[in-house]
C-alpha cells in the first residue's frame, strides 16, 4: 500500500519526504486555497516537492465541460499530475469523455462515499477511486467498512482501479491496509502517529536509561 500525504503545504511534504517511505501527495480545493492567493504557483511548488504522483481536482462538479477543459490544462501542466474528478453524474461523464480523448491522462474519482459509486467510478474507467472513509467516521463516529467490500466488487468484476483510502488514526489506518488499499493518504498529524506509539517511547527511554545508568553518554564505536 503506498502512502500519500494530503497537503498543499511543502514545508510538510518535504518533512514527510524525508522519512523516506512517502510515494507521492494528495490536494483537493480546500487544500490549495488555504495555501494561498495563487494557485498556479502552489501547483508548481507542490510538483517540484512531490516524490510522486500529485492529485490535484478539478474545481466544480456540475458540469462535465468545465471538468474536462481543466484537465486538459492539468495534464498540460505535467504528466505527475493525477486528475480529481467528483463522484457525480457530470464527473464520470467528464472522465468518459476524458479517457477517449487522452487515454494517457490518469484519473481518479474522489467523494466516494457508497459501493455504488465505488462501482460506478470504476465502470467508468477510473484508474483511481478516492474513498471518503476518514471523512465519514469522523463525522458520524462509527467505523464504515467500505475498502473490504469494493475490494470485492473490484476482484470480481475484474476492474483494475486502484482503491485510495483516507487514513485516520493508526487503527484505522491498519484496517485499511488489510481490507487490501492500494494507497492511503493522510493528513501530516495522522501520518506522524504511525511512526509513533507512547509504549515504542517508553521501551526507548528505558533502554537508553539502563545504558546511561552504566554507561554514561558512551555508546557503541561509529564508523564515518
Known amino acids: 500500500m503506498d502512502l500519500f500525504l494530503d497537503s498543499a503545504n511543502p ?23 488555504a495555501a494561498g492567493p495563487h494557485p498556479e504557483k ?3 511548488a507542490l510538483l517540484e516537492v512531490s516524490p510522486g504522483p500529485l492529485l490535484v481536482q ?29 463522484a457525480s453524474i457530470a464527473g464520470l461523464q467528464a472522465l468518459q469523455q476524458l479517457k477517449t480523448e487522452l487515454p494517457a491522462l490518469p484519473l481518479a474519482v474522489t467523494a466516494i462515499a457508497s459501493l455504488a459509486q465505488a ?10 477511486a478516492a474513498i471518503f472513509n476518514g471523512p465519514l467516521d ?19 468484476y475484474g476492474f483494475t482501479t486502484k482503491i485510495l483510502a483516507c ?7 491498519g484496517e485499511i491496509a488489510v481490507a487490501g488499499a492500494d494507497l492511503c493518504t493522510l493528513r501530516m498529524e495522522f ?21 546511561q545508568g552504566t554507561f554514561g553518554e558512551e555508546s557503541w564505536p561509529e564508523l564515518p
Open 167 to 173: 487514513g485516520r488514526y493508526p487503527r484505522l489506518f
Open 119 to 128: 462501482y460506478l467510478a470504476a465502470k467508468a474507467g477510473a484508474d483511481i
Open 58 to 86: 478539478v474545481v466544480g462538479w456540475h458540469a462535465p465541460e468545465p471538468m474536462v477543459r481543466q484537465a486538459r490544462w492539468l495534464h498540460a501542466r505535467s504528466p505527475r499530475i493525477v486528475v480529481k474528478l467528483p
Open 11 to 33: 514545508k510538510e511534504i518535504l518533512e514527510a519526504r524525508s522519512w523516506g517511505l512517502l510515494a507521492g501527495v494528495t490536494t483537493n480545493p480546500s487544500l490549495i486555497a
Open 42 to 44: 502552489t501547483l508548481d
Open 138 to 156: 469522523q463525522a458520524e463516529d462509527v467505523p464504515h467498512d467500505l475498502i473490504r467490500p469494493i475490494r470485492q466488487i473490484y476482484t470480481r
Open 191 to 211: 501520518m506522524r502517529l504511525l511512526y509513533e506509539h507512547p509504549f515504542t517511547e517508553q521501551r526507548m527511554n528505558g533502554f537508553l536509561k539502563s545504558w
